[in-house]
């Protein structure tokens, strides 16, 4: 019962956090400088969350094995790789790693 | 719908699409085997995963419920997570605010490989548009997919970490942003914003950094654009 509850309210609230961003936007005219930093806003956090994620796993060092796997898809990607071969090669650095024992 | 979005949806697209799906399928099972070994029954994560639709403050809130953290804490631990969803709709947003059903389906939809596909198209709002409903409809259906198979089957799955399934993720997302890191301005503001972010991981809840990453946006504040930038 707690759970459903937790689902319900999850599932509210994480729908009005999704349509405030476009009725934020609608608000305050912008200017194309703006745009530009708003745009670059949803990059910043993106990337942010890219490496939080990849540097800690549960709030400790995640090991070397996965930012070296994001790092090789990070360097390809910017080699224009397609995305396959950037998750591929990605997911199979950090395998490889782990099979060597590097955690 | 789908069948114009097929016809606009191009080679290059669809695969891009299919490698982040296989990502996602992955991440699915993951989160329906651990609801389910945490005695979450199938129907609830099923109920979650189609009406939160937002992967990591799933496994929040369930692994906080079903550790005795409670609702109160299970829940806000969700949502912030989910706040940065407010730039990626300001961001984004244009593409699906046209008709209501579209605003109303397309804001649950919104989610961080939408945010990062419907970016990397640039200035072209059609491609914008057609990648933005591609990737959502298509990770809908395989979040969902996967959280039945997880939930019913997970226990039979090997360990997605020795795979090293757990980078495909995050290298999608970072190859994603790669062509807007190009601009030097945003790739300066981006650097910043994550050395705050991690640097602030250590002593905030999860969520929270990636939000104060944003503040990396004053070096583009500060600094008027210069013409040609953005295109170079």
Do not use: C
């Amino acid at each position: 019962m707690m759970m459903l509850a937790a689902i319900i309210a999850l599932a509210v609230g994480t729908y009005l956090i999704r349509i405030s961003g476009p009725l934020l936007h609608r608000r305050i005219t912008l200017s194309e400088r703006t745009e530009k930093i708003v745009k670059a806003g949803a990059t910043v956090v993106l990337l942010a969350l890219t490496v939080v994620s990849t540097v800690l796993v549960d709030g400790a060092w995640a090991g070397w094995a996965l930012p070296a796997g994001v790092l090789v898809g990070g360097v390809l990607a910017w080699r224009r790789a397609p995305l396959a071969v950037v998750v591929i090669a990605a997911a199979a650095t950090t395998a490889l790693l782990r099979l060597a024992g590097v955690a | 719908m789908l069948t114009s979005l097929l016809r606009h949806a191009d080679r290059a697209l669809l695969r891009d699409v299919a490698a982040l799906a296989a990502g996602i399928f992955v991440a699915a099972i993951s989160f329906g085997a651990i609801a389910s070994a945490q005695g979450v029954p199938w129907w609830q994560s099923s109920a979650m995963s189609i009406l939160v639709f937002a992967g990591a403050s799933q496994f929040a809130t369930v692994g906080i419920m079903t550790t005795g953290g409670g609702l109160v804490a299970g829940v806000a631990a969700g949502l912030i997570l989910n706040l940065r969803h407010v730039p990626y709709g300001m961001a984004v947003g244009e593409v699906y605010w046209t008709s209501l059903r579209s605003k109303l389906v397309g804001s649950h939809l919104l989610i961080d490989q939408t945010t990062a596909f419907a970016l990397a198209a640039g200035d072209d709002r059609r491609r914008a548009k057609t990648a933005f409903w591609t990737v959502g409809i298509t990770l809908f259906l395989v979040w969902n997919t996967g959280t039945v198979v997880g939930a019913l089957a997970g226990q039979f799955i090997a360990d997605p970490a020795t795979l090293g399934l757990d980078a495909a993720l995050p290298a999608i997302l970072l190859a994603l942003v790669v062509p807007a890191l190009r601009d030097k301005s945003t790739l300066a503001a981006g650097v910043v914003g994550s050395a705050i972010a991690l640097g602030t991981s250590f002593f905030l809840p999860a969520g929270v950094p990636v939000l104060l990453a944003l503040l990396g946006l004053v070096v583009m504040w500060r600094r008027p654009t210069e013409r040609g930038e953005a295109t170079a």
